[in-house]
């Protein structure tokens, strides 16, 4: 069986961490988020297409290097489709029933038990489901008791949401369903391709599961993941090779060759690789980028630095993200120094 994994994306909300990489390769514990994805795919699927064209370079070089025990296939789309398109783009390398998996989200769906359902119910499309308490801020599935779905509400007040359910970015569909996606065109799959499914074959149906979903499109979910995650496994900092710490840290994961000096405390906090961070530093709910150098006596409150940044001595951010260099090429957002998206 196939896999296709959407992870073509610019990731514009977790800039400036994806001026310099490819969202899906983003380390979660150290781990590339989209590695711990293909860890949850059952052993039907043999095959993973992985659809990208931001940074494409970067994910062929990083599965050329690490083998994940499944044949990988990269598709550079060369200008993005959609999560639509880029389904359609990757039809030469389907050959039966399939599954499509957003590569930003982190979660306990069984997807074979999402397959035995959708093989029950002779579905031509199947979306794992989600319940969530803020319904207005989602495309909600009007989903019946037997698990059919007839209809999505955008954005519904809560008092008219049709249910609690949201699309949880994890697909499984019949190969016709590539004949109602066009070719070469920006299409989405939520908003074009699953609402004509429903009108024209009513095979549409939705898995709900229970557990843990966490959808990693912004610093502040980027960081809670981390801390679940950390969480589960009973481990309250994660710790890459040749670290050299003398500071206290606090469900925060460092990566490889960091060094923490004396006094220095962190918490919440992802530090990634080759970073110095000097004596008497505080990091509270902060990310920094690879490369980086934080000053003594610097106090960072939920703040970002991308790579190679160098924060001075007595730096104080609150709430800041710190990019000085140039945004790269054809990145779709063009402001430097932004808050923290909420
Ligand atoms: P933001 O810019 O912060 O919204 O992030 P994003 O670019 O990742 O968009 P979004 O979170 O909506 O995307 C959901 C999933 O679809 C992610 O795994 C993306 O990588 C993927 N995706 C979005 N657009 C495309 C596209 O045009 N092509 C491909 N191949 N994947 C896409």
Redesign the pocket.
Known sequence: MEAI??????????RPLTYTRA??LLPILNKPMIVHLIETLPDEVNKVIL???YRNDQIEKYFKEHDCGKEIIVND?SK????G??VKFAEKHISERFLVL???VICSLNLSDMIKFHIKNQSMSTISLWPVENVSEFGVADVKENGNIVDFVEKPKAEDAPSEFINA?AYCLEPDILDYIDTGR?ISMEKEIFPQIIKDTGRFYGFKFEGYWM?I?RITSYIEAHKFLMQKKKIDICKGDNCEIYGILKESCIGNNVYIGKGSKLNSTIVYDNVVINDNVNLTGCVVGENCKIGSFSDLKNSVLGDNEIAEEETILDNKVIWSQPIPKGY?DKQIGNVIEE
């Open positions: 994994m959407l992870a073509g994306g610019f990731g514009t909300r977790l969202k899906s659809a990208v064209n789309e993005p489709l959609g999560t398109g880029a957003n590569s930003d970015g920006l959808d499109g779709p």
